[in-house]
């Protein structure tokens, strides 16, 4: 199978792109216009893109989407007619035009699993190795209902943590806003009226005096834009690579306060996955490749991969998870109890459960933090701005009143 990127405008006319798995060229092409695509271009794609949540499709709508299907599954309702169903109803065109390959597939022998990977840009790696569990075991309907729970914490715990920044973030740049125009608008005016008494400025003002008269320049600012773009581009291009990723998050890791809560949220998706995988009937080999590109963070993820290797000698988990440093000692005990007594997957369960509470208790208390170090920040940012102004008038206005 060789994967394609395709453009067309479908029976809506809107236009389409996305990614999708196919014998040949030729034979894409065959099904899009049978289909009644209009082709604007189809071509090889020189890599496959990486598995995730997120390709014109919300989290939310893959939660939708496997709840319905749990359901008309468990009616009896052959695999074929839920999808031709759930397609008919769905609203987003990427999902519904994804669907409609899944379902071209089905009808022509290929597994529910099968199809579903030839888009990883809609359905997660993980989400495809509980469906081929779910399709090996017979259980399918329960798979779905545990991938969907799965889903659903899992996107909850990420709009908590995105919720809890959009205060700090709009703060921060209201201050950026005010601090700008202040620097760019209302400094200049009073560089007018020091200069026209012609005294000597106290140094905090000729700072704050000498920082306005360069921003104000525009060769200046487009230095510092491109400066600041380049230094983005280079950064992401870095953090983008295996050693940079990994730097990364050790740098992320050892942060204050925030290291601790990026170290909770790791460990509870690393333990929420790997229950999920073991308890669907995923091997415990494929469960380790799944939980580790999926931990979020490289240093988890390579200490998984060694705990991968360490399984296939016939040794334990627990044992490489406990030499990063990473995993806490409670956690890594859960595992080992879990792996002698063979309830590892009630054991990771309950280590996901207690990291997801901690995790929205820090969430809450980073919140409550965060407001008065906000207003500390505007008060010194703007303040001293003020302050910095006001300087040479009160020094005029004491020798003044000593006249």
Known sequence: MLTFSYTVKNKEGKTVKGFVDAESKEKLIEYLQKEGYMIFSVAEAKRKPKSAIGGGVKSDDLVVFSRQFTTL??????????????????EGNVFKDALGLILKDVKEGSSLSSAFSKHPRIFPEIYISMVEAGEVSGNLPSILDRVSVYLEKSSALKK????????????????????????LRVIPTFKGIFDSLNAKLPLPTQILINISTFMSKKENMIIIIIFLVVSIFLFLRYINTDKGKKNYHKVLLRLPVLGNLIKKIAIAR??????????????????????????????????????????????????????????????????????????LEEMLSKVAQFYEEQTDAMVAGLSSLIEPLIILFL????????????????QITQYLTKK
């Open 270 to 343: 690393f333990a929420r996955t790997f229950s999920t995988l073991i308890k669907s009937g995923v091997p415990i080999i494929k469960c380790l490749e799944i939980v580790g590109k999926t931990s979020g963070n490289k240093i988890i993820e390579e200490a998984v991969m060694k705990s991968k290797k360490f399984i296939q000698e016939g040794q334990t988990i627990s044992t490489p998870l406990e030499e990063t440093g990473i995993f806490p000692p409670m956690v890594v005990r859960m595992i080992s109890i879990g792996e002698r007594s063979g309830r």
């Open 73 to 90: 599954i468990e009616s009896g309702i052959p695999v074929v007619e839920c999808l031709e169903i759930l397609r008919s109803q769905v």
């Open 160 to 183: 908590k943590i995105i919720s809890s920044m959009y205060y700090p973030i709009i703060v921060v740049l209201m201050a950026i806003s005010i601090t700008a125009f202040l620097m």
């Open 379 to 394: 008060g010194v940012v703007v303040g001293g701005i003020v302050i910095s102004l006001f300087l040479p008038i009160i």
